[in-house]
DNA sequence: TTTTGAGTTGTTCGA
DNA sequence: GTCGAACAACTCAAA
């Protein structure tokens, strides 16, 4: 650039991007917009913990949040637009910012959680009063919510037919590239913005510092998101189908958290396995499998979208009336993984200590509590709302109505994991156990999954004791089993 | 409007 | 050990 068209750029007025959930720099429709523009931009990243109805972040999210943000910040700083991180209402503080430095719009990717859709109509009402521009873009669906309908116009409740109209409208755009350069806009901020750093979001956990085994289990950011797309395509697609289920085989594409905050987009996703597959990289049932995961988070967020308060609220109001059972005591057995169910027990302490549990281990583990505890389905949402690096407001809530029974398209009520089964299948050799159990390591596969039915001299050779260095059962199978029946009958017909 | 086929992920029981 | 049926009836989506 020459001085003169420097200064030319200078003397132009800034347009804000304000960076939520797309914390990415390629395929980010707001960003491109906004670099476009050819106008100085001004990036920035609103901290709300203010606005009524936003939910706060659990701990594992903060903790994979700031790391985020740093990658972000490190990306757009080279790219020529340093972030600029505030914290406050965004309510209040977006417009004013707005205002302050004569922007002439503000360019942002949409959410589609209740509260969230509630703060940004606001915004863009408010500045639409001042004459500033408001522009919205899809980061982070294939279709929006309201786009995909039943022919009668009406949302979705069945996965499948779902499913069928989602790919009906064929591929998505073709991810767009990084903007191949941005205008730094030179703009001093007011303190009364709440500008803030990084670390003064106090996002890490300090005393005590818990998220040892995240850091060595995640690389938060573009990069890290795009190498575990790379590493799906090449290593675990082939196969997918199959190895998705095994907990002890590491089949999954682990890009749940990358995708909950933005740091990869879903059109590159889809657009890179529908390559691997018309290249014959991996076999096309592995390739359509997954995308129908995709679609999964699809049908979550159509179901949040349409119902605001999925994560509080039964999807079927008949289970309003469903006699849940409080016992604080089980309750954090299950959190702590100590239940005496070894395949509960390792993924509940796998999520504990990485932020993340196995597809198939999540359900094992939900439909223990619900069934087998007969605790309400919220009690479980809201400690994996704390614990999960993906916490996500639409995957969440649509997944623990689906195991409880009382979402769309549930699991029906007869359906009730059975721990030992599901171990034994999905964990044959219980790799996955002694991982993440250790105390049980050295039984034997034929028993690792049902300690308490192992002959003594198998305990004894295992040097392990029940009761001293393994719980004990918290509950019985089959009384659990036929209390949830019992239970479920209460609201048949309801 | 009415009808019809279908609906992610399981377990148990009895032949 | 294997296999099919039962476990409820209901709601959804589409013809």
Redesign the pocket.
Known sequence: MTQASKRATDRQPPVIVWLRDALRLADNRALNAAAETGQPVLAIYVHDDASPGVRPLGGASRWWLHHSLAALGRDLAEAGAPLKILRGPAGRIVPELAQQIGATAVFWSRRYGGSERAVDTAIKNSLGELGIGAHSFNDFLLAEPWEVT???G?????????W??LRERGDPAPPLPKPRKLTTAHVSLPVSLGTATLDSLDLLPTRPDWAGGLRETWTPGEQGARDRLTHLIRSRLDGYAANR?RPDLAGTSCLSPHLHFGEIGIREVWHRVVRAAADRKVPHEDAQKFL??LA?REFSNHLLFHNPDLATRNFQPRFDAFPWVSNRRRVRAWQRGKTGYPIVDAGMRELWHTGWMH??VR?IAASFLIKHLLTDWRTGEAWFWDTLVDADAANNAA?WQ?VAGSGA?A????????PV??GR?FDPEGDYVRRWVPEIAKLPAAHIHAPWDAPPSVLASAKLELGRDYPERIVD??EG?AGALAAF?TI??A
Do not use: C
């Open positions: 039943t022919r009668s009406d949302p979705f409740k069945v996965f499948t037919p779902f069928r109209a289920d129908s995961e999964w597809n198939r359900m997944s689906w398209d699991a029906p009520y007869f359906r009730i994991f059975n089964l599901q299948k199978l089959d089993r009958q048949k017909g």
